[in-house]
């Protein structure tokens, strides 16, 4: 993104128009109309000042200053073998009627009146100036730049006495090497330093503040003089041949070169701006050009810049308006400031800061979007996941308008994650956002299905709960009935309080509990149960087996006897032993087995009496008959009297 950036910016600087704030004029060379020799022309310009109406050029090649008035040459004043003798005048300023020449191989400051009368040489003192380029006065100060020693040296203005050296010679940024010119502008001091290739920007209190000449695509190679016009500085720049003017804080905005009419300039030393008009020193080729300047009230490359940032920052809102709804949250940064300051910056032409400013906001506008686009797209698939994710309970065995709905829910999030996908963020959180509601309307549906699902399945639970409670009720009463029939000793109290407890759970509608109690109930009565029906098996063989005693003892005890048996214990254990055997059955039929066997023993003795008493009878009877019969023949004999 960032070297996209500074392609595109190349390319717009690239495009401005150089040369459309100057139009050349004219030229001058020192002579006026009528001149029979080459004496007047200038020789070496070095510095060029306009004050009071006039224009003044000093000639450090004649040793000379020029007093102009238009193009003509009011007054030359040359070396005239004295204390005033300009030698090498270079850099100037005018001060309330003065003009004060910084005269470099002498090392003295020498001023003259406005219409060049000398007036005095400001001699240095112990300070020893080896080459003064340049003097500006503030207040009760004078600062005047030495391009030999690489200092700036500050004097009192009233007493011409040396205060102090303001600001030395050094590697480090704000230090000199070769100062060459300097201005006093808006409470700011501003020195050129041809070594450095820059413009010093210091408070006056010296403190270094800035630099003029790095940024905005233009480099200066060997600045000299300057001048300070509307807010614009227009250094001329002697190695490169061109005027570059820069704003306040350094954005270079304009260049008067060989591209420009009437450009082509060889080494100019100076300028000097005065009514819309810029009038450049030239040493090469001698003379002084004359340009109108129309200063541009804007740059078309900085508007750019705070345009694409002002874009970039209301990309960057939309997005943070996307983050603000899906609730991801994000850092402010300081774009929305420094788009807006900027373009305060802009407004009063200070370029150089705007376009800082502008570059920043588009740097971190674009790296904030990077992050938060992240963010934003994570957050707005995280909704449509979740969406579904609400939904996943319901997917198994969906059918009918449950089924359809979330078919539609997942192609909703497909779109969501394809749009996401593709940057398209506020569309695709308005259907995200979309999605829980209608993932809810689904759980609405689905859960009043479920609703009447679990109503079916609850009326199922309390019929099937009911019917097992009612067949544990007929069961208890089989087993109570089995047991008593079988005269079985149970306790069904636990059962009864289950069953009971369990109808109970059942009115409250808590049915898990009701079959937990259910299934206790179910499983003591499985135990009764089983007890008694073995028992009840037991105790039927018993029957039986006691039956086909009891048969036999009757079949023994209905056999007639002459003499009967006295079995009559024996009944009575057999009936005994019917009794024994719902308690003991095995000892019942001991006992049974034992009557029978007794019985059949005293049958048989009964049995053996009976005939020997029935032999007895026999031979009592037979002895009796022939008794009668032979008392019946006595007597019948008698009868016949025989």
């Not at 004295?82 to 300023?93: A, D, G, I, K």
């Not at 003295?108 to 380029?133: C, E, F, Q």
Request: net charge neutral; aromatic share 8%.
């Amino acid at each position: 993104m960032a070297f996209k950036f500074a392609i595109l910016l190349a390319i717009a600087f690239l495009c401005m128009t150089p040369f459309a704030s100057f139009t050349y004029l004219y030229s001058m060379n020192g002579s006026n109309p009528g001149d029979s020799t080459d004496y007047f022309r200038f020789s070496q310009p070095t510095g060029i000042l306009f004050a009071n109406g006039k224009l003044y050029v000093t000639d450090s090649g004649k040793g000379a200053l020029y007093v102009m008035n238009g193009t003509l040459r009011q007054r030359l004043i040359t070396r005239q073998g004295s204390e005033n003798e300009l030698v090498n005048p270079l850099r100037m300023t005018y001060d309330n009627g003065t003009i004060y020449i910084a005269d470099g191989i002498s090392g003295k400051i020498k001023y003259y009146k406005g219409d060049g009368t000398p007036v005095d040489t400001w001699t240095m003192g112990s300070t020893n100036l080896a080459k003064p380029s340049g003097i500006a006065f503030d207040g009760g100060n004078a600062y005047i730049t030495d391009l030999n020693k690489g200092n700036l040296y500050v004097y009192s203005r009233a007493t011409r006495a040396y205060s102090s050296t303001g600001i030395e010679r050094g590697g480090s940024d704000g230090q000199l090497s070769a100062p060459a010119d300097l201005q006093i502008y808006n409470n700011r001091l501003f020195i050129s330093d041809s070594e450095k290739k820059l413009i010093y920007v210091y408070s006056l209190n010296l403190t270094f503040l800035s630099s003029i000449g790095r940024g905005g695509g233009i480099a200066l190679t060997a600045p000299r003089g300057f001048d300070i016009y509307q807010d614009r500085v227009y250094v001329a720049d002697s190695a490169s041949n061109r005027i570059v003017a820069y704003t306040m804080d350094g954005y270079p905005v304009e260049i008067l070169n060989s591209s420009t009419p009437g450009g082509n300039l060889s080494y100019p030393e100076d300028v000097a701006i005065s009514d819309g008009k810029m009038y450049v020193a030239e040493s090469g080729s001698r003379i002084v050009r004359v340009f109108a300047i129309n200063a541009s009230a804007g740059n078309e490359t900085v508007a750019w810049m705070i345009t694409t940032a002002r874009n970039s920052l209301s990309s960057l809102f939309a997005l943070q308006e996307v983050a603000a709804r899906v609730n991801v949250g994000f850092q402010q940064g300081t774009v929305a400031q420094d788009v807006e300051d900027a373009q305060s910056y802009y407004d009063r032409y200070m370029f150089s800061t705007a376009s800082n400013l502008a570059q920043k906001a588009i740097g971190e506008s674009s790296a904030l979007q990077s992050d938060l686009s992240q963010k934003v797209e994570v957050g707005i698939k995280k909704i449509a996941k979740d969406s579904q994710d609400s939904v996943s309970q319901y997917r198994s065995g969906a059918k009918g308008m449950v089924e359809t709905k979330i078919i539609r829910l997942d192609n909703m999030a497909a779109d969501v994650n394809a749009k996401a996908s593709a940057k398209m963020y506020s569309t695709a959180a308005d259907t995200a956002l979309s999605m829980p509601g209608f993932a809810s309307e689904i759980l609405a549906i689905a859960r009043n299905a479920s609703i009447q699902d679990e109503q079916v399945r609850q009326n199922i639970t309390i019929s099937l709960f009911y019917l097992q409670a009612n067949s544990l009720d007929e069961k208890l009463a089989q087993i109570e009935g089995k047991a008593a029939a079988y005269r079985q000793q149970i306790d069904t109290t636990n059962i009864k309080s289950l069953l009971d407890a369990s109808v109970a759970y059942a009115k409250e509608g808590d049915y898990d509990a009701a079959n937990r109690s259910l299934t206790l109930a179910a499983l003591e009565l499985s135990l009764f149960d089983g007890s008694i029906s073995a028992n009840a098996r037991e105790i039927d063989a018993a029957l039986g087996n006691l039956t086909a005693i009891e048969f036999t003892f009757n079949s023994i005890a209905a056999k007639p006897t002459l003499v009967p048996a006295s079995i009559e214990n024996e009944r009575s254990q057999i009936a005994q032993a019917k009794e024994t055997v719902y308690v003991n059955p095995s000892l019942a039929i001991i006992v049974a087995k034992q009557a029978s066997d007794s019985a059949l023993t005293k049958m048989v003795e009964a049995q053996a009496i009976s005939t020997a008493v029935a032999a007895l009878l026999i031979m009592l009877g037979l002895t009796a008959i022939i008794a009668i019969v032979f008392y019946l023949h006595i007597k019948r004999r008698k009868d016949r009297g025989l």
